[in-house]
């Protein structure tokens, strides 16, 4: 029964996509990840929009929070009676995030099959009007190449036969850190683009609030950011790490789908989106000033 569902719900539709895809757009597998990866970000962009409406919702409802927790702040079974009063309000979620989280891992799971076919020669999933249409009924054979990676190889494997410093080796460990860099970049612009006015809030904190030199204390928002920063840092890292030791073409599907996310967030909210790109812009600005002061 499993096996059954998975073949014909995740495993063969996505391999098709993606046979067709690479007959299409030049038999390059690559451009065929690609477009899979903006494929599935459009497929997701329903409850994504659902998320970042929930999202504003939310950041309308904290200022009757800190009411509650000012009001109910010695009795906290009423104040989480009264919090879950104003979430059902707002028709708030918890399990939310993994409409779009689930289908995720998913899909890097069913791509992963997918790879491992198309290595050992096993394309026995692909619909006949398929390899009728698109392959004049011929076998269908897949060129894993891309740019200077073979997609169906990784850092790990190249190492171990060629050795971890020779030169194609290198080129594989490259991809696998451009995944990371371009992971921490884009997560660290969509967090500005979703959170436009943090950037002044902060300036004005700083301008505002004195702290002492050896004691040192921060407010719960200060220590948000400050997990936020260190998550933003650990995410990419490992994400480098298993890009290492996985397909290449997971790091190509990796780094399209940062670029995706956000496109998505400019289309779902294209002025918030705007404003925090000019307080990105401007962030940038006064770091490179500060490095030509030093």
Known sequence: M?????????????????????????HNFG???IAIAFIIRIIL???????VEMRKKMADLKPKLDELNKKYANNQEKLAQEQVKLYKNVGYNPLGCFTSF??????????????????????????????NIFYNGEDVVINSKFIIWDLTKSYTNVGQSEGYFSRVA???????????????????????MQNPDNYMKKKEIEKTKKKSKNNEEFSPEEMQ????????MILPLSTSFMAASTYSVLSIYWIAQSFALLLQY?????????????????????????EENL
């Not at 499993?2 to 030049?26: A, E, K, Q, T």
């Not at 995720?104 to 619909?127: E, F, H, K, M, P």
């Not at 460990?173 to 967090?191: H, T």
């Not at 289309?267 to 500060?290: A, R």
């Open 266 to 290: 400019f289309i779902l909210d294209w002025d918030k989106s705007k404003k925090g790109v000019q307080n990105f812009t401007t962030i940038m600005k006064e770091k490179n000033k500060k």
């Open 170 to 192: 290198i080129y594989y460990l490259i991809l696998a850190i451009l995944v990371g860099v371009v992971q921490f970049f884009m997560n660290k612009l969509v967090n500005v």
């Open 225 to 232: 950011a400050k997990m936020t920063e260190s998550t933003m």
């Open 31 to 33: 451009l065929a990840v």
């Open 102 to 131: 689930v289908p995720q891992i998913l899909i890097l799971s069913v791509l992963s099959r997918v790879i491992r076919a198309i290595t050992s020669g096993n394309l026995d999933g692909i619909y006949p009007f398929v390899k």
């Open 45 to 51: 962009l329903p409850s994504m929009k659902k998320q």
């Open 2 to 26: 499993f096996s059954f569902i998975w073949n014909n719900i995740f495993f063969n539709p996505l391999l098709n996509v993606l046979v067709v895809l690479y007959s299409v757009l030049w």
